[in-house]
């Protein structure tokens, strides 16, 4: 297994003085390094540039490097951004001060080259393994899309807000008809590239789709958002033609069709299963004829 290359990953250093700031960019010249002198510059870059890594002063005037940590740890978007403390103070309070608050590791300066960049670089290791975790627990991996787990902590939050703010919603539940005929007649490998091949297609002519999912098998599941019912029936109405018009397999005489289950948000459903379970009955009327919507 070849080793990453972390000289890409985005560090911001948090100091007000020059002087080691100097020193850091020096010792991490291969990286992408910014810095900013003060804790209300720092919350503003990170906003509109999170970085991998932030190596945040603790005494700083104004606002100290524990309230810039408090601050991002209180901000979903930034909670996760792993935080390296420096200090020249080595009081042991100090240091357990900013573990309490989130720091992953606390550096006192003056800086010890070999051991900065060494902490540097396996908190860096370890934020792409976290990633890398996270991107398999939410994602398919035939596919590529998400997954049902996914599906469900992402697609509840949009079902609440469309629901109090009164806005229009559109689940789809989509079927590949006969698929297992299509596995047992060509095998599991032109299987695997008719899913993939029908996601491609999904993805070209529904861009852009917040949430679309694998929620098993051969079903999916698309929710649209901001487009009247009307328009939505007829955005999946015309994956369904293309589908059934086109090779969507390389160099393979496969065809297939879908079969669609459709459900608009009211004021009836109180909760995602609600629409889902509208959109499983109108999918099964679907699937008594194959290739249609309901």
């Known amino acids: 297994m070849s080793e990453i290359d972390y000289t890409h990953s985005k560090i911001l ?15 991490l010249k291969h990286f992408d390094v910014r810095a900013v002198l003060d ?8 906003e509109e540039e999170p970085p991998d890594l ?3 002063d603790i005494t700083m005037p104004g606002m100290d490097g524990f309230e810039v940590c408090q601050a991002l740890k209180a ?12 200090s ?12 309490e608050l989130g720091g992953v590791d606390y550096i006192t300066k003056p800086y010890l080259p ?3 960049i060494a902490r540097i670089q396996t908190h860096l290791k370890l934020q792409h393994a976290i990633k890398e975790l996270k991107l398999l627990a939410n994602t398919d991996p035939l596919t590529g899309i998400a997954n049902r787990r996914s599906f469900f902590l992402e697609a509840t939050e949009t079902f609440e807000s469309a629901k109090k ?3 229009p919603l559109h689940l789809f539940l989509i079927d590949i008809d006969n698929f297992k005929m299509v596995n047992d007649n060509y095998g599991h490998a032109i299987g695997d590239q008719v899913m993939r091949g029908f996601v491609e297609e999904v993805q070209k002519l529904l861009h852009p789709v917040k949430h679309f999912a694998r929620l098993g098998g051969d079903e999916f599941v698309v929710i649209l958002e901001d487009v009247e019912q009307t328009e939505a029936w007829h955005k999946l ?6 589908i059934n018009k086109h090779h969507l397999v390389k160099e393979s005489p496969v065809l297939f069709t879908i079969s669609v289950g459709m459900a608009t948000l009211d004021d009836t459903m109180q909760d995602i299963d609600a629409l889902l379970l509208k959109a499983d009955i109108n999918l099964y009327r679907s699937k008594q004829t194959k290739n249609a919507i309901n």
């Not at 250093?13 to 010792?27: A, K, M, S, Y």
């Not at 804790?39 to 990170?46: D, F, M, N, Q």
């Not at 901000?75 to 420096?86: E, G, H, R, S, V």
């Not at 109405?237 to 293309?242: A, H, M, P």
């Open 13 to 27: 250093i948090v100091d007000d003085n020059p002087g080691d700031i100097d020193v850091l960019l020096e010792l």
């Open 39 to 46: 804790g209300v510059s720092a919350l503003e870059t990170i």
């Open 54 to 56: 932030i190596l945040l």
């Open 75 to 86: 901000n979903p978007k930034t909670a996760n951004i792993p935080i390296i403390f420096l």
């Open 88 to 99: 020249i103070r080595t009081d042991v309070e100090n240091i357990v001060t900013g573990f």
């Open 114 to 116: 070999k051991e900065t």
């Open 165 to 167: 703010e009164q806005l």
């Open 237 to 242: 109405d015309r994956l369904r033609e293309d």
